[in-house]
Structures are given as structure tokens and as C-alpha cells.
């Protein structure tokens, strides 16, 4: 499982910004699809952000093995 680099967006007039960017996918040898969660929680693309954030996406599987990885979402610039 991989993610994005890190995102640098400019802020539009209300201080934010839509950002895009590709969901990991996680893969399992035992065939069976890893639970794969998101902080913070319920966020997906697209998606408006109003500050910088750290994106985390964490994939387990039914063993218990897990494996992370992170993005930031950088707001840059005044509008």
C-alpha cells in the first residue's frame, strides 16, 4: 500500500480548497481484502479542506498485520 506525495493546493476566497488524490489500495496473500480505514475518519476524494491536514490510511487484515501510510494536504497562499 502506498499513498500520495504530499498535496500543496491554494486556498480559494472562502480558505479552502478541493483536493483530489488516489485512495491506496491494499492487497493480501491470503486472497481476502484488508479493512482499510482513513483519519481523519470519513474522508474521501474529493474533499474540502480548510487547513493543513496529515491524511493516514491504515489497511489490516484478518491476521492482524497492518501497514500505514500518510499524505499532507498543504493549504498554501492568500486569496
Known amino acids: 500500500m502506498s ?5 500543496r493546493a491554494n486556498i480559494n476566497a472562502n ?7 488516489t485512495q491506496p489500495v491494499a492487497l493480501d496473500n491470503s486472497n481476502l481484502a484488508p479493512q482499510i480505514t482513513v483519519l481523519p475518519q470519513g474522508i474521501s476524494p474529493p474533499h474540502i479542506f480548510n487547513k493543513t491536514t496529515l491524511v493516514v490510511y491504515t489497511a489490516r487484515d484478518g491476521s492482524g498485520n497492518k501497514k500505514q501510510c500518510s499524505f499532507r494536504v498543504v493549504l498554501e497562499g492568500e486569496y
Open 3 to 7: 499513498c500520495s506525495s504530499d498535496i
Open 15 to 21: 480558505s479552502t480548497a478541493l483536493v483530489n488524490w
